[in-house]
C-alpha cells in the first residue's frame, strides 16, 4: 500500500517518524522530502504521487492550514475520493487551528496531547485499511455497501437474503 503524506514542512519530523513506522509495516510513505529530488519537477513529482497513492494521510496544523499547496492536495485527494467511492484520506491533527467542513467528516486522529500514540493510532489505521483492502476492495468502498459490512459486523444485521433488499432501499 502506498501512503501519501500531506503536511507542512513545520511538521515533518511527526510525519517523518509515522513514515518510518509504516516502512517497518511494508507500507510505503510518499514523502516529498525523500520523493523529490533536487532539480525535479515538484509539481509533476506531486501529482505522480498523489495518483500513485492508495491513501492520503493529511497531517492539520495552523501551517498546514495556511499551505496553498497543502490544500490544493487534500481537495484533490477528496475529490478523488468522491468520484471513486473510496475511502481515500485520513486526517492527523496536530495542533489547534480550525478544521474546514469538508474534513470534519473525514476519519480523523487527535495528536495534540500525546503526539506518539496518535503516530500509533495513524499506522494501525493504514494497517486496518491495507487488510481489509486485502481481504475484499469493497470494504473501502464508502456508502450503503460500507454501511452494510459495518452494520453486520457489529452483529446488527445477519447475512441473508435481505441484505440486497436493505441496500436497495438505501440502508
Sequence with gaps: MKV???HSTKDKQFVQ??????????IEPWLCEVDIEFGENFVAKIEEGLRDADLAVL????EAARSD??????TSVAAREISES??????VLLRDCAVP????VKHRIDARTDPEKARHETVAWIKRLRDMRRRDPRHLRCGRLCSYGLLMARGYLQPSGSASQWLHEGG
Design 101 to 104: 467542513e469538508l474534513l470534519r
Design 69 to 74: 499547496w497543502t490544500r490544493l492536495e487534500w
Design 59 to 62: 497531517f492539520w496544523s495552523p
Design 86 to 91: 473510496r475511502t481515500r484520506l485520513g486526517v
Design 4 to 6: 501519501f503524506l500531506s
Design 17 to 26: 517518524a509515522l513514515a518510518a513506522e509504516l516502512e517497518t509495516e511494508k
